[in-house]
């Protein structure tokens, strides 16, 4: 269990985005401490993705503060978030498919020789080391990554966020495209990334997954927050009540 | 880039093709290209495939080659300039008013030798500074690129017209016409030495991305597969250059070269013409771009947004800015070719580039280029506009109709996607 006395790595306060008159996030407050795993619950539209994306730089909020160790961040837009050493492995994985692994890791990042050209030898050796860790049977590393399959693409997407030292991982649904031994991987990997210190909020479907993977839950419905659990104190009807109902458990 | 990778060593060596990893498209194209010049060859009974022909084929497609590589980057990123021709047409006629008009008011006198760079350095910021705001106008307010460039066709058309009263200017500059083609050639020593010197960087290459991947423990092609590489290398830049060579000056135009010195020719005196400058300046613009291309982060930007621009997005690259960069890249390529083809003909014409666009979009997409954004290769658009130009003018010696070479060409571009397409599926490739 993560230790959340000091201040949070993430604090998202009162954050509210909307869309053309239609209030995505509706004043949410959520946070994040070095090695949990807080999970992100509702229905398709709640605005867990919307909020999150407000983290990664992805959308830029309408109203509301971030804060990371406790000072307010200014995060306009994926380079800011970098810089605060946030990652994200997206739904979509957000991959340039017409490109290789290599190349997809070090996207923005790129790794230059002293001329400043891009050194590609030297990338490929860096994405060798951290897919054997990884994924010990990946072998395409010259391939563009639309020849992948749905767990080595996962693969790639989570060795982009790893590699760069995160601090605060933004999961969104890791383990939706993949098999079971997949899911495995990953499940094994966050327990991993946890024990290391890293903050991850985990946006899930599955309730089985969050209730194995998750210390704490945030659940939101309709753009609000119903409430924020800790997972060992409720069950998986509870949660699934708040993310049906809306309503926050009793006792 | 993307081809080249995809030719790499994991999928298992099937065949001797995939040992060399060559990239089996190009390998088409070259087939392609090939077959067009063996059937004009048989077809003008031996014509085409004189020194003669082949030298100007290649200065004639010089100026659509070099719009053609820029091209490929804004299709890459998924985007299209309609605008190529008439912006052309406008660099051409800024430069010929240059030369001709403004530096000879300010007192420069017909010949002297900053002119021409004068003149150049003109055209290329009236190139990059166009192309530029179309990109923005792309890039920041979001109109598609398809109806800012059609837009910009007949604008850019037009100030040309504007600016030259719709006057034929000349004759241009003579050290500027020397960029032209036929009137500026490095002759046979020159030619050699050159080709002595682009084999060793040839050679250095290859070598380089050897010992690279040997240096990280990569797994390399046999060495004879290399030795294979370099020994194709050198074929084909030192036979470019020996049939270059082989093309000799006319002796009527000797004897008057060295009777302006006031010398007399010895006789039995010739001469071959060797590389064009033009040539040069094209193959200075290939090397460049793929450079770009391959190993440069722009370039990796590039197609990265064109293969996924929310990923690109994502990754934290300016993908507008990008788009500025790529039209700005496609404006200063507009002035170089306008360059060479106003070079060439000794003067700046209203009608020049009409209907490049055309040629240049075609060239691209023959060469490999994918519409749908995120593949495509420099050296493929240049064959494309290679394999273009062989068959108008292999057409045109054999006595097509005009109207019936118009109508091949258009086949010809729709059946070379096609074979494109039927190919990447088969291949998997799509």
């Known amino acids: ?251 | 880039m993307a081809e080249a990778k995809t030719s790499g060593a994991s999928a298992g060596r099937r065949n001797i093709f995939q040992t060399l990893e060559f990239d089996t498209r190009l390998l088409g194209m070259v087939g392609a290209f090939i077959l067009v010049c063996i059937v004009f060859n048989v077809l003008t009974d031996g014509r085409f495939l004189t020194p003669r022909n082949i030298f100007n084929l290649t200065i004639q497609t010089v100026s659509v080659a070099i719009m053609a590589t820029g091209m490929v980057f804004v299709i890459v990123t998924r985007n299209i300039d309609l605008s190529v021709g008439a912006l052309l047409a406008t660099c051409s006629a800024m430069m010929a008013i240059t030369q001709t008009q403004l530096l000879p008011g300010l007192g420069l006198d017909y010949g002297n030798p900053v002119i021409a760079p004068l003149a150049i350095i003109v055209g290329l910021l009236t190139g990059a500074l166009i192309g530029a705001f179309q990109g923005w106008i792309v890039g920041y307010l979001t109109v598609p690129a398809f109806i800012v460039s059609l837009g910009g066709l007949l604008v850019w058309r037009n100030v040309a017209w504007y600016l030259t009263s719709g006057q034929t200017i000349g004759p241009l500059d003579d050290t500027f016409q020397t960029l032209g083609g036929i009137g500026g050639t490095l002759g046979v020593t020159g030619s050699w030495i050159f080709g002595v010197l682009a084999t060793l960087v040839a050679w250095a290459a290859i070598a380089n991305a050897r010992k690279a991947r040997i240096s990280h423990e990569f797994p390399v092609k046999p060495l004879w597969a290399e030795g294979v590489l370099m020994a194709l290398s050198a074929v084909a830049i030192l036979g470019f250059v020996a049939i270059l060579n082989a093309y000799e000056v006319p002796s009527r135009v000797l004897r008057r070269a060295f009777e302006a010195r006031g010398e007399t020719m010895p006789e039995g005196f010739t001469a071959g013409y060797g590389i064009p400058y033009s040539v040069l300046l094209l193959i200075a613009v290939a090397v460049v771009m793929t450079v770009v291309a391959r190993r440069t982060r722009l370039g990796r930007y590039i197609f990265a947004t064109g293969g996924n621009p929310e990923a690109a997005e994502l990754s934290g690259i300016n993908t507008r800015l990008l788009t500025v960069k790529v039209f700005a890249v496609m404006g200063v390529l507009c002035a170089l070719a306008g360059m060479v083809a106003s070079a060439r003909l000794s003067f700046h014409s209203n009608d020049i580039g009409t209907l490049d666009e055309l040629r240049v979009i075609a060239a691209a997409v023959i060469g490999g280029t994918a519409l749908a954004g995120g593949i495509g290769t420099i050296y493929g658009a240049i064959l494309g506009a290679l394999i273009m130009q062989s068959l108008q003018s292999g057409m045109a010696m054999v006595g097509v109709d005009a109207p019936f070479q118009n109508i091949v060409v258009g086949v010809v571009l729709v059946l070379a996607v096609l074979i494109d397409i039927l190919y990447r599926k088969r291949t998997g490739d799509a």
């Not at chain 1, 306009?76 to 979509?92: F, H």
């Not at chain 1, 639309?146 to 890791?174: H, T």
């Open chain 1, 1 to 251: 269990m993560a230790d959340r006395t000091g201040a949070p790595l993430v604090e998202m306060r009162d954050v509210s985005v909307s869309f053309g008159g239609i209030k995505a996030v509706d004043h949410v407050t959520v946070d994040l401490y070095p090695g949990e795993v807080v999970g992100l619950l509702g229905h398709n539209g709640a605005g867990k993705s919307t909020l999150i994306k407000c983290l990664s730089g992805a959308y830029r909020m309408d109203s509301g503060e971030i804060l990371i160790d406790g000072q307010k961040a200014e995060i306009g837009n994926p380079r800011d978030a970098r810089k605060y050493n946030i990652e994200t492995i997206y739904q979509t994985l957000a991959l340039a498919d017409n490109l290789d692994a290599a190349s997809n890791l070090f996207l923005g990042r790129e790794l230059v020789t002293p001329t400043g050209l891009v050194d590609d030898a030297q990338m490929e050796a860096e994405t060798r080391k951290i897919m054997a860790r990884l994924n010990p049977n990946f072998r395409k590393f010259q391939d563009p990554v639309k020849a992948l399959s749905g767990g080595q693409r996962q693969s790639v997407a989570i060795a982009r966020a790893v590699y760069f030292n995160a601090r605060i991982l933004i999961m969104d649904e890791p383990t939706a495209a993949l098999g079971p031994q997949e899911t495995q991987m990953v499940a094994e990997l966050i327990e991993q990334l946890k024990a290391q210190g890293l903050g991850i909020f985990l946006i899930e479907h599955d309730i089985h997954n969050v209730m194995k993977l998750c210390d704490r839950a945030s659940v939101m419905k309709n753009g609000k927050l119903v409430g924020t659990v800790n997972v060992g104190e409720v069950t998986d009807e509870d949660i699934l009540g708040m993310i049906i109902l809306g309503k926050q458990p009793h006792g």
